[in-house]
């Protein structure tokens, strides 16, 4: 077996300073700079979500706002009667309303709820139509349980 004499000249060394201190003060400090490294990541990270988040806020209003008030300006000839030319500018907000309005009430269906192929087969309109499938079921469901229980009660009080 050879023996290995190792001689270390350290001249980083100051006078009054201890190994152990030095290599205890440099784990230390790069300890230190790790923890703040990660911890400006993570405020970085947080700050740039919130600061993509408040953006995205800010573009979503404006475009909001900006279609918003668009929309309100936007205007769509109409015409007043059919048999006259006059042509009148209405809001598009107005004029969907008007047009669900006319959609509900004008009879388009004839009675078993089908579009009717002919003028003259349309009874219903889709509201009526719908009130008077749901009243039908309810009346229907209604009716069969007072029936029932008058039925029970009718043969409770022979027994």
Request: zero cysteines; charged letters at 35%.
């Amino acid at each position: 077996m050879a023996k290995v004499k190792i001689e270390l000249d350290v001249d980083w060394l100051e006078e009054g300073e201890n190994l152990d201190e030095l290599i205890k003060n440099q784990v230390i400090t790069g300890l230190q700079d790790r923890l703040i490294q990660k911890a400006e990541q993570k405020v970085l990270a947080k700050i740039e979500r919130e600061v993509e988040e408040k953006a995205n806020e800010v573009v979503d209003n404006f475009i909001h706002g900006a279609l918003e008030k668009k929309i309100d300006e936007l205007k769509i000839p109409y015409k007043k009667n059919g048999w006259g030319s006059e042509v009148e500018l209405m809001p598009i907000s107005e004029f969907i309303g008007m047009r669900y309005e006319r959609y509900l009430t004008e009879k388009t269906l004839d009675e078993n709820g089908r579009e009717a192929k002919y003028s003259s087969d349309r009874k219903l309109s889709i509201s009526e139509y719908f009130i008077q499938n749901y009243l039908a079921k309810e009346l229907t469901s209604k009716v069969s349980t007072m029936i029932q229980t008058a039925r029970k009660d009718a043969e409770e009080t022979i027994v």
